[in-house]
């Protein structure tokens, strides 16, 4: 299956081809955020606020196809 | 710090006292928000004789505690009718504490037509006539230059820009930063109530004043700022995000949350968010160099620095405190895309004096409106400046959203008690909607930013598209708000200390330090508690009721995508936030 991962702050050195840290990410069906984390190289460490289809959710989320995925590290504003 | 100074515009005299006892223990939004209750006629009109403004720095500020330089102005809004407190970096809160100054009230408001200069030193105050060159529509930028050549670099300025001299409802008051740029008090209108009392600046020279406050325990108070420093410098988003990214940083998450309010709150999500990002603003910044800086602070002992100067293409400097709301407001909801426009605007309004969240949620109304064509950043701009004039424009937009809206005939207008609701939409974040609609302030996110546990997962986790848990996270919020802004405090240490106990046990540490008490944390929270309830009665006696605590009533029935949702609070659950 194809997952759209949207990598957003610090993250986005991970993917410096990519523009402005979106791209495609073939994955197996049934994988979970922290798979789509690991298969990325990226530290789950790293990553604070996982959104998958713009709703805040754990390392554990089941991902599926055509997924949006939001990576984001720690952030704040106001 | 025991000076209590008062200014009377009528009869142009000033009273120099002692800090009266039942003040002595309050400093901040406490003590700004207690005086207008007890000295200002609710029903007052907000420009005329009856109201007074006050400015009072907070328990901690002239110490040497980071983030401690908050300055918070008091008085009754012009823009909401409603009580006001609006706070502020800059320069002005650390000189007032050293000169040892409690606090600052004008009052009164002269017969003649003339403007004035108030002029604080250690010696005493003096009130001179102001400058022809800096009135009649003399952007801020060149006042503050005219000011400081006058009155010397060093000095702390607050000023009414042309709004405020035009009386304007947006009208903010502007304090000079360390570096003589701006940072503003910017909702709720107070610079008009500058303006109405004819006083165009205030001035505040500490030469002579002592370096830092009296500290009733030294050792103590190093040991708990050393603490409460270490907290803000361990926390990923006080240490690290925000001294990157500043807070534009948030369009790309409430993007993806799909509650960045778009096209006049129509919509919860933007495709073009990359052109408008903090992610973007970093680069471009990092790109262009010259004066530009990706951090900054904005006042002496801010080591957050989640300011930055952005330049424009040829390294020059264009703006500074360029925040998440107001690039929100110009680049989503007014669909604004170029960055560059948006900085523009941004120190346009800065120059005039106008509360850049409220004039820019008010520029997307006008475009909602037929006013301004969508999405138009050179047509804006024009518009913005003719405040500075003032044409029929320049004095529509300077009325606020509110205005616009009802001007242009929309039920779409995203306001609370006249307030521009700024850049969470309150359907796809409830928290923060629970704040907007009860907070005493109008809509008002800082009043209780249920977006961090909402979206940011800071202070815990609760769902932004559930009711459940968010009356208590709103409220909650709003009482540890009350009692932060008191303290002088920079808002953003609240990511800190959410997060890390000994942060705030540092902080309330550092406040029996200075002032050998024995606070507990319940005593804060009786502090905030009893903030938002004069605060409250305040509004009540001004005719306030459990009615007005209610979002425009669209966003019960136009579902926000992509979440689809709307704003399902009934209106007994809205009231017990304020149960308590």
New interface residues.
């Given amino acids: 299956m194809t997952v759209e991962v949207?990598l957003?702050?610090?993250l986005?050195r991970h993917a410096p081809a990519s523009p402005?840290?979106v791209m495609a990410v073939e994955m197996p069906a049934g994988s979970t955020v922290l798979e789509l984390v690991r298969a990325l190289n990226l530290d789950p460490k790293e990553v604070?606020?996982i959104?998958v289809?713009?709703?805040?959710c754990g390392f554990e989320q089941p991902i599926s196809d055509g997924d949006r995925i939001?990576l984001?590290?720690?952030?704040?504003?106001? | 710090m025991n000076k209590f100074i008062r200014v009377n515009m009528t009869t142009r005299e000033v009273a120099m006292q002692e800090t009266p006892e039942k003040y002595a223990g309050l400093a901040g939004r406490a003590l700004t928000s207690t005086f207008v209750y007890d000295e200002v006629k609710p029903t007052c009109h907000a420009l005329g004789k009856n109201n007074k403004l006050i400015f009072a720095p907070g328990f901690l500020s002239g110490t040497t505690a980071a983030q401690s330089g908050r300055i918070s102005v008091g008085a009754k809004s012009p823009l909401t009718g409603t009580i006001k407190e609006s706070n502020s970096g800059g320069s002005f809160s650390q000189k007032m504490a050293k000169m040892g100054i409690k606090a600052l009230v004008i009052e009164g408001m002269p017969a003649d037509d003339k403007f004035y200069i108030v002029k604080i030193d250690m010696n005493g105050v003096v009130l001179d006539e102001a400058p022809a060159e800096i009135l009649n529509g003399c952007g801020n930028h060149e006042a503050i230059k005219v000011l400081s050549a006058k009155y010397g670099d060093s000095v702390g300025i607050a000023l009414a820009g042309p709004a405020g001299e035009y009386r304007l409802p947006t009208a903010n008051i502007s304090f000079k930063d360390p570096e003589g740029h701006i940072r503003s008090a910017g909702r709720g209108g107070l610079g008009a109530v500058l303006g109405s009392k004819k006083v165009k600046a205030i001035i505040l020279d500490d030469t002579g004043a002592p370096l830092s406050v009296p500290i009733a325990k030294p050792e103590a108070f190093q040991a708990a700022a050393k603490a409460f420093a270490k907290a803000l410098v361990t926390h990923p988003v006080t240490g690290k995000a925000l001294s990157a990214y500043g807070t534009d940083v948030l369009i790309n998450i409430l993007n993806e949350a799909g509650g960045l309010p778009a096209k006049n709150f129509t919509a919860g999500r933007i495709e073009w968010n990359d052109n408008i990002s903090g992610e973007t603003m970093n680069a471009t910044i990092t790109e262009r160099g010259g004066e530009g800086k990706v951090s900054h602070g904005c006042h002496t002992g801010c080591i957050i620095r989640c300011s930055q100067w952005y330049p424009d293409k040829n390294g020059k400097y264009i703006t500074s405190g360029f925040e998440y709301e107001t690039v929100w407001a110009l680049g989503a909801d007014a669909g604004i895309k170029d960055l560059d426009d948006i900085a523009y605007l941004d120190r346009a309004m800065d120059d005039v004096g106008v509360d850049s969240i409220d004039v820019s949620v008010a520029i997307a109304t006008a475009m909602a409106g037929g006013l301004l064509p969508f999405g138009d950043g050179k047509a804006a701009l024009e518009a913005v400046k003719q405040i500075a004039v003032p044409t029929p424009m320049g004095r529509i937009l300077g009325g606020g959203t509110a205005i616009v809206g009802k001007l242009c005939g929309l039920f779409r207008t995203a306001v609370v008690k006249d307030q521009a609701i700024p850049a969470y939409d309150p359907r796809a974040v409830k928290g923060v909607g629970l704040t907007y609609a009860t907070t005493p302030m109008g809509a008002d996110h800082t009043a209780g930013y249920a977006v961090a546990t909402n979206i940011l997962k800071v202070g815990g986790y609760v769902d932004p598209l559930k009711k459940d848990g968010q009356v208590e996270l709103s409220r909650n919020l709003q009482i540890a708000t009350a009692a932060v802004d008191s303290t002088g405090m920079c808002l953003f240490i609240a990511f800190a200390i959410l997060d890390i106990p000994e942060g705030f046990n540092a902080l309330v540490d550092m406040i029996n330090a200075r002032y050998d008490l024995a606070l507990t944390a319940d005593d804060v929270t009786a502090l905030g508690k009893s903030v938002l309830k004069t605060e409250r009665a305040f509004n009540a006696a001004a005719g306030f009721t459990n009615a007005h605590d209610r979002l425009p009533e669209f966003f019960e029935y136009e579902p926000c995508p992509p979440h689809n949702v709307v704003w399902d609070f009934t209106p007994e659950e809205i009231d017990e936030v304020f149960n308590f």
Avoid: I, K, S
């Fill in positions: 949207r957003f702050a610090t986005r402005n840290g604070h606020l959104m289809n713009g709703t805040g939001g984001f590290p720690p952030v704040g504003g106001g």
